[in-house]
C-alpha cells in the first residue's frame, strides 16, 4: 500500500469514528495516547513539566497537544472539530400527524437541501445521574438509522427544483419514529446506548444532552481511480487528522503544537472555541514568565488550516479568475485584505517554502471581490497571541453540505506538509 493510499484509509477510519466535536478530540487524542503522549488535566497544577509529549482536552470537544522542551519558540498548527450540523433541542420530542419528530436548532451555516431524505443517526455527549445521585457526562454514537427529513413531493410543490426558502423551525424536522411512541421510549434509547457504550455504568436516567444529527453513511473513495474522498465533515477533520499526525511524529527536540478547537462554526466565542482562554492558558503555564513568553511567541509560527473552496468546475464564476484552486494540486494559501485571514506576505513565502522542502504543490485563493468571504481560527489567534500567522486549506466542493468532496491526493499533501513543518 502506497503511503497516499495508508494515509486515505486512516483518513477515512479517523471520519469515521468522529460524528461530532466531542468524538473528533477524543479520536484525536486516541491518535496522540497511541504513541505515548501524556494527558494533563487542567484542573490538577503541572508544575514545571519534565520535556516530553502531552495533551490537554477542554469541554471534550477541544484539544491541545504538544511536544515540550522549555526552551525556543513553538511550531503551531491550528484547526476546528466542529462541522455545520442540525442539533436536538432540550425538549425535542413533538407530535405531528401521526409521526413522531425532533426539535432541531441548525448549529452553524449547514447547506440545509442536502439534510433531506438521507437516513440520519444521532451521537453527542449526555450529562447522566448514577444511582447515587452523582453526575457523568459520556460520549454516545449511535451509528445506525435512526431518522429522516422527507422532501415535499415535487407534485406538492412545482417549484421544487427552482430556488426555494427553507424554514428552519417547520421545515427541518426529522421524523423518529410514528407518534404511538413515547416520550419514555426516547429517554430508554438513550439509556440502552449509555449502557452499551458505558458498560460499567449504571445510569439512573439522563440528564441533558448535547445530541447531533449526523448522516452514518461512511466516507469512501470515489471517481474512476478513487481520486475524490466524499464524506461529511471532511471541513475541517482532514485538518484535525493531518495535524495530529503530524504531531505524532514531530521532532522531540521541538516545541511542536496543535489546537484543535470546538464551535469555529458558530463564532468561536465559547470557553473552548478560539476566541476563549485554552490556547492563552495552556501557553501560559508552559512559559510563565511573561516576558520570556512574549519572546517565544514573537518567534513562533502559527499554521491554520482550514479547508478552502475549489473552483467548482460548473460554477468556475463564483471565483477570481485568476485564482482558481483545483482538485489534487495541493494546499490552498488563502489571502484577504481585510484579515478575514491571517496570511502575510512573509507567512505565506515561509508556507511555499515549506511546501517546496515537503515536495508538495501549493495554490492560493483569494474570494472575488463582489463576494465575501468566510473566515477561520487565524485572525482570532493571531490577534489574541500576536504570533505570525498563515491561513491554509485543502481545497474541496460542496462546504458544509452533508457529504463533501475533496481530492484524497491533497489530503496526503497536507499530511506531508505538516509533518514537514514539525521536522527541524
Ligand atoms: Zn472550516
Not at 501557553?283 to 509560527?301: C, I, T, Y
Not at 472575488?368 to 481545497?395: K, Y
Not at 468532496?405 to 527541524?424: E, G, I, K, N, Y
Request: with cysteine; glycine share 8%; aromatic share 8%.
Amino acid at each position: 500500500m502506497s503511503p497516499h493510499t495508508a494515509c486515505a484509509a486512516e483518513l477515512i477510519s479517523f471520519l469515521r469514528s468522529s460524528p461530532t466535536a466531542f468524538h473528533a478530540a477524543a479520536s484525536a487524542a486516541a491518535l496522540l495516547v497511541e504513541q505515548g503522549f501524556i494527558r494533563l488535566e487542567e484542573q490538577a497544577a503541572w508544575g514545571r513539566l519534565a520535556a516530553g509529549k502531552y495533551f490537554v482536552l477542554r469541554n471534550e470537544s477541544s484539544l491541545i497537544g504538544f511536544t515540550w522542551n522549555s526552551s525556543g519558540p513553538f511550531r503551531m498548527i491550528g484547526a476546528h472539530t466542529d462541522s455545520p450540523s442540525l442539533k436536538l433541542k432540550p425538549n425535542p420530542l413533538r407530535r405531528e400527524q401521526g409521526c413522531l419528530q425532533l426539535g432541531v436548532e441548525i448549529y452553524g451555516g449547514a447547506l440545509l437541501r442536502p439534510w433531506f431524505d438521507r437516513e440520519l443517526s444521532l451521537a453527542g455527549r449526555v450529562a447522566w445521574r448514577d444511582k447515587n445521585g452523582g453526575l457523568s457526562s459520556a460520549l454516545l454514537d449511535f451509528q445506525r438509522p435512526l431518522a429522516v427529513i422527507p422532501s415535499l413531493a415535487i407534485h406538492l410543490n412545482r417549484e421544487a427544483n427552482k430556488q426555494q426558502e427553507m424554514n428552519a423551525q417547520t421545515d427541518m424536522t426529522p421524523l423518529i419514529g410514528l407518534a404511538a411512541e413515547t416520550a419514555a421510549a426516547f429517554q430508554e434509547l438513550l439509556l440502552e446506548e449509555l449502557r452499551r457504550c458505558r458498560p460499567e455504568a449504571e445510569p439512573a436516567g439522563i440528564i441533558d444532552h448535547e445530541l447531533f444529527l449526523y448522516d452514518p453513511a461512511p466516507p469512501t473513495l470515489t471517481g474512476l481511480k478513487g481520486e475524490f474522498i466524499t464524506g461529511a465533515r471532511l471541513d475541517n477533520l482532514v485538518s484535525c487528522f493531518a495535524a495530529a499526525q503530524a504531531l505524532r511524529s514531530a521532532d522531540s527536540g521541538l516545541n511542536c503544537l496543535i489546537v484543535l478547537n470546538d464551535h469555529e462554526e458558530v463564532g468561536s466565542v465559547s470557553a473552548a472555541g478560539a476566541q476563549g482562554s485554552f490556547l492563552r492558558d495552556v501557553l501560559e503555564r508552559l512559559r510563565p514568565d511573561p516576558e520570556e513568553r512574549q519572546a517565544a511567541l514573537r518567534g513562533s509560527f502559527f499554521i491554520s488550516a482550514d479547508n478552502a473552496h475549489a473552483v467548482h468546475p460548473n460554477f468556475a464564476a463564483k471565483h477570481d479568475s485568476l485564482h482558481l484552486p483545483q482538485l489534487g494540486k495541493g494546499p490552498v494559501i488563502k489571502f484577504n485584505a481585510n484579515q478575514r485571514y491571517a496570511t502575510t506576505a512573509a507567512s505565506a513565502a515561509a508556507f511555499r517554502q515549506l511546501c517546496a522542502k515537503a515536495e508538495v504543490p501549493v495554490q492560493e485563493f483569494v474570494s472575488r471581490s463582489d463576494m465575501g468571504c468566510g473566515s477561520t481560527i487565524g485572525p482570532l489567534t493571531a490577534a489574541e497571541l500576536g504570533v505570525e500567522t498563515v491561513d491554509v486549506g485543502i481545497p474541496s466542493l460542496a462546504m458544509h453540505s452533508i457529504r463533501e468532496t475533496a481530492a484524497s491526493v491533497d489530503c496526503w499533501h497536507l499530511c506531508r506538509v505538516l509533518q514537514t513543518f514539525f521536522q527541524p
